[in-house]
């Protein structure tokens, strides 16, 4: 509201009192001093309302006088001979005062009660775009600009923390194309922003004036910092799930690549091994060839195997599963190639079932290497010894042979990759991955793989896998 | 005489199977792709059809499960050559009755061959068929009896249901799910995880050596099977 136009109101209000007096003037010989009260006071009521508290003291006061210049005898003087005159003129001013208070109240309260609603009413709003706009850095473009509106600064930008001082939001940008001409700011004030006690980045308002703030824009400062915080939170987050997303990609892509290029061999490798059975009557070079086959799909399954290790991505498939089953599983792949030499299997103890939770075929795999390995370099008289028991927390798998054992110094080497046995012959070599790929897939569940060498002579190999419970109540007696 | 489709889209490897499968004494078609297999299998009715499991355009899981809707009758032995063990689940879900995994040799392709058309003669086990006798073990599924040297075994509910359901498919893979859903049903609860527990105890009731099953085999990664008789000499493998 302007200042003339107030000026207007008191000048309307004051001739509206002027009005009144000059209309009962003419009527004073019938008129009661209660009358001349109720007028005044509408007045005043009616000024109060129209102009604040200032205008209805003003006119209360201004009454006050009239009505004791004009109204009261002895007229025309402000002397007072009745003592209840004088209650009624008091009466009068102390009634005009305190009404034009309590309206000023009562119009005060409901402006800020409007302030408020509308100040909840853009919170809301911001809130609801910092939560659902496309990209998180628009919904914080969006609240540096309120702020700076609101607040009426210069410039207002969001920083994020822990980042090279240029990669800020699109905010700043936004700020600086819509006030090209800002004088520099000198005045600066920062915000921190908090997600859950960690500091996200800060708010950073700068203005070529000092900033001060009442207690009203503060309040509004800080709500608009909690949704600035929200929102680098969800830029944050964001940016972490797309480069998830994007690894994710690549391993399935890497997956697909893998089982295609096991595909494009195998297939091959079946072709070449049925025509080799086709002509082994005639040659018995075909025997060979069979062999190089099976060496080559093996070179082919463990070079998979290491890059899934190696990428972190051998899928699991975790269940309880009984350690006789793995044993007598175990026993099955080695059966064609014992040459002779006697595996010895043995529970411990044997009568209550040993159980495990474990991805049974990654563990048949390391077991079965194990013994591999103990067939290959085990004198034929001396029988492997493969057993299975409690071990506190795990299951221990044991494969002992009374083979040459690992030199000291060594027994950590042989779990690298590439590595092969000193004495290994070219033509028996593998990859030399077996027992790298070993320990990978013990550790990757949950599980260990170690060597220790035999009392009286020879390896032992012991495989560690989380043992499980079998509750009482889960199974049939 | 037995009636064969190969399924193979790779024409060396096709070649190949045809002439391995001709020389055993089979009538050998051969088809590329789903499309034309669906075609042939629907017209000509084959005892056996062996799917691989990479086929241009239509999958091999997918043309098992249309076979296995529209020609019952023809058994089904799938290819993989993945690595990854889902194949085979994958594929005995869809309804194979068996897989091979390349390479394979010709032997084993020929034994499995065998196996399968020998379960297909059996027919599916009926209630009131003869006990089913596995070496010192009979099982009766009419009686729900069950005997090891001639002596009554006592198994529990669910060991029972396992062992009917292992019998009913003898000779062929059943994979965890589909044992599952054979005991439990579909609303299986926590029970199922220890349907390896299960079977570990019926071996120990059945199995001369539990540590080495002879008649209750493990397919690791994919399930168990209940391996049939062998009549003698018949099968190399």
């Known amino acids: 509201v302007s200042r003339a136009a107030r000026a207007r109101v008191w000048v309307l209000w004051l001739l509206a009192l002027a009005g009144a007096a000059a209309t009962m003037m003419a009527v004073r010989a019938r008129l009661d001093e209660a009358h001349v009260a109720l007028v005044f006071l509408l007045v005043v009521l009616g000024g109060s309302a129209a102009a604040g508290r200032a205008l209805g003291v003003t006119l209360a006061v201004t009454a006050f006088l009239v009505f004791n210049f004009l109204f009261l005898p002895p007229f025309h003087t402000l002397a007072v001979t009745d003592p209840l005159d004088w209650l009624v003129l008091v009466a009068f001013l102390v009634t005009g005062v305190t009404a034009a208070q309590l309206l000023y109240r009562a119009q005060a309260e409901t402006e800020t009660a409007r302030r408020r609603a509308e100040e909840v009413d853009r919170l809301a709003a911001l809130g609801a775009e910092t939560l659902s706009v496309g990209r998180a850095e628009e919904a914080l473009a969006a609240i540096t600009r309120v702020i700076r509106t609101t607040l009426g600064v210069a410039e207002c930008e969001v920083r994020l923390a822990d980042a090279p001082s240029d990669a800020r939001s699109d905010a700043r940008s936004d700020v600086r194309l819509e006030t090209p001409d800002a004088a520099p700011a000198s005045h600066t004030l920062l915000v921190p922003l908090h997600v859950r006690d960690r500091t996200v980045g800060t708010l950073r308002l700068a203005d070529p004036s000092p900033i001060a703030l009442d207690p009203r824009q503060r309040r509004f400062l800080d709500a608009l910092a909690h949704y600035a915080a929200l929102g680098v939170e969800r830029a944050r987050l964001s940016a972490e799930a797309e480069r998830a997303e994007a690894l994710r990609e690549a391993d399935r892509f890497k997956d697909a690549l893998l089982a295609s290029v096991s595909h494009d061999i195998r297939t091959p490798l079946t072709t070449i091994r049925a025509l080799a059975h086709d002509i082994a009557a005639e040659d018995p070079r075909a025997l060979v060839i069979e062999e190089e086959v099976e060496r080559l799909n093996r070179f082919v399954a463990d070079l998979l195997d290491m890059s899934r290790l190696t990428a972190g991505a051998v899928p699991l498939a975790i269940a309880i599963n009984a350690a006789e089953d793995l044993i007598g599983a175990a026993l099955q792949r080695v059966d064609g190639m014992s040459r002779g030499r006697t595996i010895r299997a043995a529970l411990q103890p044997s009568d209550a079932l040993l159980v495990g939770r474990f991805d049974f075929v990654h563990a048949l795999r390391i077991v079965v290497n194990l013994l591999e390995n103990a067939l290959k370099y085990a004198p034929p008289d001396a029988p492997i010894d493969l057993a299975a028991s409690r071990d506190g927390d795990a299951l221990l798998f044991t494969v002992a042979d009374r083979g040459p054992g690992i030199a000291a110094g060594q027994e950590e080497r042989i779990f690298e990759r590439f590595h092969w046995q000193p004495g290994t012959p070219p033509d028996a070599r593998g990859a030399g991955l077996g027992l790298a790929i070993a320990r990978g897939l013990a550790e990757a569940q949950g599980g260990t793989l170690r060597y220790l060498p035999r009392a009286g002579g020879g390896s032992v190999f012991e495989l560690r896998l989380p043992a499980a419970e079998l509750s009482a109540a889960g199974l049939e007696s | ?237």
């Open chain 2, 1 to 237: 005489v037995v009636r064969v489709l190969v399924i193979e889209d790779e024409p060396e490897m096709a070649a190949l199977l045809a002439r391995g499968l001709q020389a055993a004494g089979y009538d050998v078609d051969a088809a590329q792709n789903g499309i034309d297999a669906m075609g042939l299998a629907l017209a000509e009715g084959y005892d056996l059809a062996v799917v691989d499991v990479m086929l241009p355009g239509m999958s091999g899981f997918e043309l098992c499960r249309r076979l296995r809707e529209s020609t019952p009758a023809t058994s089904i032995l799938l290819l993989t050559a993945r690595d990854a063990v889902d194949d085979r689940v994958r594929g005995l879900d869809a309804g194979a009755d068996d897989y091979l995994t390349k390479p394979f040799s010709t032997v084993e392709l020929q034994a499995r061959i065998r196996a399968q058309l020998r379960r297909a003669r059996m027919g599916p086990v009926p209630g009131g068929d003869a006990p089913l006798v596995a070496g010192d073990v009979t099982i009766d599924l009419a009686r729900r009896s069950v005997a090891r040297h001639g002596e009554a075994v006592h198994l529990t509910p669910t060991e029972w249901g396992l062992l009917r359901a292992l019998v009913m498919h003898a000779g062929r893979t059943l994979t965890h799910h589909q044992l599952f859903d054979a005991v439990w049903g579909r609303h299986h609860g926590d029970a199922q995880q220890y349907l390896r527990v299960y079977v570990a105890n019926l071996r120990r009731k059945l199995e001369a050596d539990s540590l080495r099953p002879a008649l209750i085999v493990t397919e690791p990664g994919v399930g168990y099977r209940l391996e049939l008789p062998e009549p003698a000499g018949a099968d190399p493998r």
